[in-house]
């Protein structure tokens, strides 16, 4: 590092110092900053974006509609937090923001895949990782991207096939983020009509 990476250590000090406030202002929170109205946002960006690429409105109303669960799971979050926030002392608050702050943690934990993304078990985040095809048009969503890369020289049933079990993975995902943040753990909250076609 002295000679080629880093001579002064420059880059090592400023990794260093965005750590150490990110654990202070993590350490100091009662609740975890987490914005998950900013996530859900921004799936629904990608997902209209999906939706062009495909075109096809069917999975994107599929998708939709967990987005907008999570959405209003969020928002529901939001509010709790801002009440959490006001009551720093009380007992009985002390123990909601930890349950708060567990659910917050599980949400994000429901976006990642336990076997990885088929092909490349490494990458475990179904809506952020690299893909697979690096000229995909589709920089999220990495299961959906490289089923679409994959599927070049399938026939039209087996693409569709491909590409609604990845979309189906990534709906589940998001319906899972948001019971989570609402406080139901049951497994009753799958999705259950995934079915649609995708236009080669």
Same mark, same amino acid.
């Given at each position: 590092m002295v000679k %080629?990476?880093d001579?002064?250590?420059?880059? %090592?000090l400023?990794i260093?110092?965005i750590w150490?406030?990110?654990?202070?202002r993590l350490a100091d929170?009662p609740?975890?900053p +987490?914005?998950?109205?900013?996530y859900?946002?921004?799936?629904?960006e990608?997902t209209?974006? +999906?939706a062009?690429m495909?075109?096809?409105?069917q999975?994107v109303?599929?998708m #939709?509609?967990?987005? #907008?669960n999570?959405s209003?799971?969020?928002?529901e =979050?939001?509010? *709790?937090?801002?009440?959490?926030?006001l009551?720093?002392?009380?007992e009985?608050?002390?123990m909601?923001?930890?349950l708060? #702050?567990?659910r917050?943690?599980?949400a *994000?934990?429901?976006?990642l895949?336990?076997e990885?993304?088929?092909?490349?078990?490494w990458?475990k985040h179904l809506?952020?990782?690299?893909p697979?095809?690096?000229?995909?048009?589709l920089s +999220?969503?990495p299961?959906i991207?490289d089923?679409?890369?994959?599927?070049?020289?399938?026939s039209s049933e087996?693409?569709q096939?491909?590409?609604?079990h *990845?979309?189906?993975?990534?709906?589940?995902?998001?319906q899972?983020?948001?019971? =989570?943040?609402?406080?139901e753990f049951?497994?009753?909250?799958e999705?259950?009509?995934l079915s649609?076609?995708?236009a080669?």
């Open positions: %080629h990476g001579p002064l250590f420059l880059r %090592h400023a260093a110092e150490g406030l990110l654990a202070l929170d609740v975890l +987490f914005d998950y109205q900013a859900a946002s921004q799936l629904q990608h209209n974006a +999906f062009v495909l075109n096809n409105r999975a109303n599929l #939709n509609g967990f987005i #907008n999570l209003g799971a969020a928002m =979050v939001l509010k *709790e937090a801002k009440k959490l926030q009551d720093l002392y009380d009985h608050s002390m909601r923001r930890r708060l #702050n567990d917050l943690l599980l *994000e934990r429901s976006f895949q336990t990885g993304l088929q092909g490349r078990g990458f809506l952020y990782s690299p697979e095809d690096y000229d995909s048009k +999220f969503f299961g991207a089923a679409i890369s994959r599927s070049g020289n399938l087996e693409r096939v491909a590409v609604q *990845e979309v189906w993975k990534v709906s589940r995902a998001i899972r983020a948001a019971s =989570v943040l609402r406080g049951s497994q009753q909250n999705p259950s009509n649609f076609s995708v080669p």
